[in-house]
C-alpha cells in the first residue's frame, strides 16, 4: 500500500518536474535528459551515478527531493544507474536511454528496500 502511494506521489510529481517541456524538439546528439526524484523516505544526501557519465547526475538529494535540472546522459548504450548514501549503495538498475528521449528517475521505499523506477516523459501538444 505503501509502495502505491509514493509512486502516485511520484507519478503526479511528473506533470511539474518532466524534463524540457519548453524544448519541444528533444535534446540533440546522442543523449537523453533525465530529471531524478528521491522518493524514498528515509534517504538524505543521495548522490546518483551513471556508467556512462564523467560527473554525478545529481547529488545531495534528500527525501522529496530532485534535480535542479534535467542531466544529459549518453543513449544507445547500456548504463549502469546507481543511487548512493554515502557511500553505501541504496539501488542499482541498468538501463538504456533513447537518443533524444526524455525521462524521470524515481528512488522510492519497498519495505525496507529501495528500488529506481524510469519513466519516459510525455508530452501533450495543446
Known sequence: MQLSRILALALASLTVVACGDDDPSGPQGDIATVRIV????????????????????????????????????????????????????????DFTFEEGARYTMVLSTNGDDQVINILEDEETVT
Do not use: M
Request: aromatic share 4%; with cysteine.
Open 38 to 93: 528521491n522518493a524514498a523516505s528515509g534517504t538524505a544526501g543521495v548522490d546518483v551515478t551513471a556508467s556512462g557519465s564523467t560527473s554525478l547526475l545529481a547529488d545531495n538529494l534528500n527525501f522529496r527531493g530532485s534535480s535542479a535540472a534535467c542531466q544529459a546522459v549518453p543513449a544507445n548504450e547500456e548504463q549502469t544507474i546507481t543511487f548512493l548514501q554515502g557511500t553505501t549503495e541504496l539501488a542499482e538498475v
